[in-house]
């Protein structure tokens, strides 16, 4: 490739000039000091000469465009989306890893299935919510099912699945099979999971009609932390989550959630059929989820549970009583050490609590090695679950007390529901012994933050970036409106002022409005205050679940909904009942968590452009993308605090994470917009 160093990306435009094919070398933010000698940004270089599975990247462009064709709008052509899947199809072919920033209506799920699939390569696809996760498995597989020869698999954690096993001894002995169970009359709901059992064909929890109880789901369900396996369990043959990885492991494609996946990078590929090709979708959540499963999470109730269980397979009741004082002793511990990081120091409350709860713990295990004579098949699977959830126990609390310099151990969780957490504070190492070593993963999200590949241990010349922009025509299509005249965020007088500003927006749009707040606290205030003020229903996160708030969000085109940072990504509402969306201020992430305390300790002083400016415009870029989500959509943005607009220090790092719209500080205009909109 000329004078370029070959691991640094191409664009996927071609000159027509010549008979070798040249590319345009387009490093999104790149420097020319970054190429290689000779090579300047902009230049045209040779293009890449690697094939896909014996075909040409014209040849997985010609499919892409016959398959978007077929869609139900006629396929309408979108640059963007064959720029990426011409990347994708390279990075597959050459084994590189890379980031691709695709803005919404890009359509980058088949930017990435068709090369993906066409490559004859066993992929996984992690993806960081349920909504994209369904929109994979429920409307995009299938529909490219039906273009190319491809088989594939969702497969979620173990506990998504009812246990036969568990079944079986809830029909033998219900009052049994529920000891340890929490909860009151249970049999309705239990008789109504049953009949629903014997009717499934993947024992999947999503496919229930109705959303089960914590109490009930865990009768006749099973964590990984307890599961013996299917070799050791009498259920084995037919156990409804074995049957879920049998087939992912035949399948060419494989979903899972991003959880998942760092589970799976956890167990040394424990979990998931080996692949070649891992596309990572909203890979801007990335390094907080690998932060979660990279770690432990130890909390009072799993002492408890395991106690509870045990109590039904052995007669020894000082043992039970240990667990639930552990259970105790850690809850009380970690409610008076409050939020914030801790010191693991054996001679601590909390640490007394663990050391008592291994010790309850190691001694349950040694009674149940110690079980003699003849046991049913049912105390026999009871005992084996037991024995697992003692032994995954006690090895999470040795990971505990491993931590070292490159962890951080804090307390986590709503008062009355503390965890104790080990995370990483860098996920680079681990990744770079785990995701990085494979052929290709590619990485892909509407908010790419710059600092992303410092963050997940992606080395400069490691990987390839691609910005294919978006087809929506923002500037035309939106307003982005920053309420200038507002006191300052952190003013006494900033809350009633913006619920005022808000009614004002909300009843010139006519309801319409997905109103986001940074707190429950500023949420719940803006619902007991507007309530009475407005005409219009307003829902508010909590008072349903998500799937039904925004069902019925949808079905109202002049109703409101209120909520917190769950919904600042991954919620899409088109068309006419959403002409509006408030952030009530900045979403700088909070001062006092622990985990990003101790990488602003290693930042040092570039700690708030390298930790908290990046998420900040993040998690903006995320709820303002909430607005418009198709071609046809029109609306405004309107961000409540000021300083998006009056800071000299950061406010354009913020706007340039954010869709080109057209931009004021003037209500009158807004208004007057937001009326035009409700008129037609």
């Not at 709503?414 to 995370?423: E, F, T």
């Not at 933050?449 to 390839?464: C, K, M, N, T």
């Not at 922009?469 to 005249?485: I, N, Q, R, T, W």
Request: glycine share 8%; net charge negative.
């Amino acid at each position: 490739m000329g004078g370029c160093d070959p691991v640094l990306p191409w664009d996927g435009t071609e000159s027509t000039s010549g008979d070798t094919p040249l590319v345009h070398c387009a490093l999104v933010g790149h420097s020319a000091g970054g190429h290689g000698a000779g090579c300047n940004p902009g230049v045209w270089l040779e293009a890449p000469s690697a094939t896909l599975a014996g075909m040409s990247i014209d040849d997985v462009v010609a499919k892409l465009e016959e398959i978007t064709s077929s869609l139900p709008d006629g396929g309408s052509q979108r640059s963007g989306q064959i720029e990426m899947t011409k990347a994708v199809a390279q990075a597959i072919a050459d084994r590189f890893h890379l980031i691709a920033r695709a803005g919404t209506g890009t359509g980058k799920s088949l930017a990435y299935l068709v090369p993906a699939v066409m490559s004859g390569k066993t992929t996984v696809i992690a993806t960081a919510t349920k909504a994209l996760q369904d929109q994979l498995a429920e409307k995009d597989l299938p529909f490219l099912e039906e273009h190319l020869d491809v088989s594939w698999a969702i497969l979620k954690g173990r506990s998504n699945y009812v246990c036969r096993q568990r079944l079986l001894e809830l029909a033998a002995d219900r009052q049994m099979a529920l000891t340890g169970v929490v909860g009151h009359d249970l049999d309705a709901e239990l008789d109504q999971i049953v009949e629903w059992s014997e009717e499934t064909k993947t024992g999947d929890r999503a496919e229930l009609p109705v959303e089960p109880t914590a109490a009930a789901w865990s009768a006749i369900s099973v964590s990984s932390d307890e599961c013996p396996g299917a070799g050791r369990c009498p259920s084995g043959p037919t156990c409804f989550a074995e049957a879920a990885r049998n087939g992912a492991a035949e399948a060419d494609v494989v979903v899972v959630n991003t959880h998942l996946y760092g589970i799976n990078l956890a167990s040394d590929g424990a979990i998931l059929p080996e692949h070649d090709v891992a596309i990572i979708d909203e890979a801007h959540q990335l390094e907080d989820i690998i932060s979660a499963t990279a770690g432990v999470e130890l909390s009072p109730g799993r002492f408890g549970d395991l106690g509870r269980r045990a109590s039904g397979i052995i007669a020894d009741d000082e043992l039970s009583t240990k667990l639930a004082d552990a259970s105790a002793d850690l809850a009380d511990a970690l409610e008076a050490a409050g939020d914030g990081k801790v010191d693991l120091d054996p001679a601590t409350d909390i640490g007394r609590a663990l050391t008592l709860g291994r010790d309850a713990a190691d001694r349950l295990l040694s009674a149940l090695r110690n079980i003699g004579g003849t046991l049913s098949e049912d105390v026999t699977a009871r005992k084996e679950r037991a024995q697992q959830g003692a032994t995954t126990l006690i090895t999470e609390i040795d990971g505990a007390w491993s931590v070292t310099e490159d962890d951080v151990a804090y307390i986590t969780g709503p008062p009355n529901r503390r965890s104790l957490r080990v995370s990483p504070i860098d996920v680079g190492p681990t990744l770079r012994d785990t995701l990085w070593k494979l052929p290709t993963v590619i990485l892909t999200s509407a908010t790419v933050p710059d600092v992303l590949p410092e963050q997940i241990g992606l080395g400069e010349g490691s990987f390839q970036f691609l910005d294919v922009g978006s087809p929506f025509d923002y500037e035309h299509s939106a307003l982005l409106y920053c309420a200038v005249d507002l006191p300052e965020p952190r003013s006494d007088e900033f809350e009633d002022a913006s619920h005022t500003e808000l009614e004002r927006l909300i009843v010139a749009a006519g309801g319409r409005t997905l109103a986001l707040f940074t707190s429950w606290r500023a949420m719940g205030n803006a619902v007991e205050v507007l309530r009475p003020r407005l005409p219009w229903n307003i829902l508010a996160q909590g008072e349903l679940p998500k799937p039904a708030l925004l069902d019925q969000f949808r079905d109202d085109p002049e109703a409101c909904l209120f909520a917190t940072m769950s919904f600042w990504q991954g919620v899409d509402v088109q068309g006419e009942s959403l002409s509006l969306v408030v952030i009530d201020k900045l979403p700088f992430p909070r001062p006092d968590d622990p985990l990003l305390n101790a990488r602003r300790d290693r930042a040092g002083r570039a700690a708030f452009r390298k930790v908290d400016l990046p998420r900040a415009a993040m998690m903006l870029a995320q709820g303002t993308g909430r607005l418009i989500r198709s071609e046809s959509d029109k609306g405004v943005v309107a961000v409540l605090d000021k300083r998006l607009a009056t800071s000299k220090s950061y406010r354009w790092d913020l706007l340039a994470a954010l869709p080109p719209y057209k931009r004021t500080r003037d209500r009158a205009e807004v208004e007057d917009f937001l009326r035009r909109l409700r008129d037609a």
